[in-house]
């Protein structure tokens, strides 16, 4: 069955960076797309950025742009998001899910990594 | 403000039907892309409802359905029960943006 798994919660400073993993299984990792949201205690879901594993492309929301990285081991199936000059707003819940190639949906989703950023 | 606006909540009682709305504009829904909607319930991760427009994914009961004209995309839950109070967020692609945008949300009370 396709599972997405996740880190457990980091706690982080200001100013510091995450990295967080996505493990994939149940599929062939190169097959689709990883895509990553967040969402802050209390608040709605946030696309952030969508990595092909076959090839490593990129693209990412305006907002994060130039402070989030996506990349990708294929060896062990695993996408990872790296979020650079913490702030006290980026302390949310961070979710990979898998995204159709096709038809533009996310099906499977990680259980989340909780981030808080606090000095 | 989002770029797909959702009602921030709708209630009803048990065995009622319900829908909530997702609003866009010519460069998402109207576009032609697709709405998807997803279930999220306390503390867990979101959950695939509908994806293109109207489709449900296997074991997702017929009582949720949805539909899209226009600008706009709608999900509807009959047979209202307890287990369905939850947060509902709709999902397309922006081309303005290039890239996927959510609604802000929509929580459901079951009365």
């Known amino acids: 069955q396709v599972q997405l798994v996740q880190s457990g919660a980091e706690v982080k400073k200001p100013g510091a960076s995450v990295r967080v993993p996505c493990k994939a299984s149940?599929?062939?990792?190169?097959?689709?797309?990883i895509h990553w949201v967040r969402q802050a205690p209390g608040q709605g879901l946030e696309w952030m950025g969508i990595?092909?594993?076959?090839?490593?492309?990129?693209s990412y929301s305006q907002k994060f742009q130039g402070r989030v990285t996506l990349t990708r081991d294929s060896s062990t199936s695993t996408g990872y998001m790296e979020l650079s000059g913490l702030r006290s707003e980026d302390t949310a819940v961070y979710y990979c899910?898998?995204?159709?190639?096709?038809?533009?949906?996310?099906?499977?989703w990680g259980q989340g990594t909780r981030v808080t950023v606090s000095s | 403000q989002s770029v797909l606006t959702q009602p921030p909540s709708v209630s009803g009682a048990p065995g009622q039907r319900v829908t909530i709305s997702c609003t866009g504009s010519?460069?998402?829904?109207?576009?032609?892309?697709?709405a998807h909607w997803y279930q999220q319930l306390p503390g867990t991760a979101p959950k695939l409802l509908i994806f293109?427009?109207?489709k449900r994914p296997s074991g997702i009961p017929d009582r949720f359905s949805g539909s899209k004209s226009g600008t706009s995309a709608s999900l509807a839950i009959t047979g209202l029960q307890g287990e369905d109070e939850a947060d509902y967020y709709c999902?397309?692609?922006?081309?303005?943006?290039?890239?996927?945008?959510f609604g802000g949300g929509t929580k459901l009370t079951v009365l």
């Open positions: 990595i092909n594993p076959d090839g490593g492309s990129t």
């Open positions: 999902l397309s692609y922006d081309t303005s943006l290039s890239g996927w945008v």
């Open positions: 293109g427009s109207t």
């Open positions: 899910a898998r995204g159709d190639r096709g038809t533009l949906y996310f099906d499977y």
């Open positions: 149940g599929y062939t990792f190169t097959g689709y797309h």
């Open positions: 010519s460069s998402n829904l109207g576009a032609g892309y697709d």
